[in-house]
């Protein structure tokens, strides 16, 4: 399809990123600065930068939508721990996500303060993208069932991939991680390439 791939890894130990912003803005200003050197290198189109990742990846990306918006057209979040803080995007951001009812490690219905349910997630972002509070609801595969949050601002939709007994994985990856099974129903490279693909910046 003709785009650049950037797989840059969280520093310290346990390798991480600074998801919240309780703990700093360097991990934004290198996003921001990744993206600049790629661009230089490569020439990338800079209406079309997304993020994604996974875990602690994942509520990376979605710190992104909130403080980087300017850079990234889109993000996609799996299995992902998101932020806890405040979240003020520049403008409304398209938000694709996928995420398993039984992850043990990010809780799909939240585990207090610090790690909040994955659907109050979803229509948090829904509610600042101005899209209609409640979501249109249809099967995607046996297990895995579709959320959408329709009539957005600016086309900035919310979809929630929701994988049944999902755990905490990469839908599409084939593997088994050390936390159980996910879903080979869907891909999430796959959805989200195609959500991304539909979602440059206005």
Known sequence: AGFVGAYPAGTGFPTRWLANPWQGSQDVEFARTLVAVVSGAVGIDPHRVYAAGFSNGGGMAARLACEAADVFAAVGPVAAAYPSGPCEPSRPVPFAALHGT???????????????????????????????????????????????????????????????????????????????????????????????AAHPLP
């Open 102 to 196: 039984a992850d043990p490690i990010v809780p799909y219905d939240g585990a207090g303060v610090l790690l909040p349910a994955v659907e109050q997630v979803q229509a948090e972002w829904a509610r600042r993208n101005g899209c209609d509070p409640t979501p249109v609801v249809s099967p995607v595969a046996a297990d895995v069932t579709r959320l959408a949050f329709a009539g957005c601002d600016a086309g900035a939709e919310v979809i929630l991939y929701r994988v049944a007994e999902g755990r905490h994985g990469w839908p599409g990856s084939g593997d088994e991680s050390v936390w159980g099974a996910t879903t080979d129903s869907v891909d999430a490279a796959a959805l989200l390439w195609e959500f991304f």
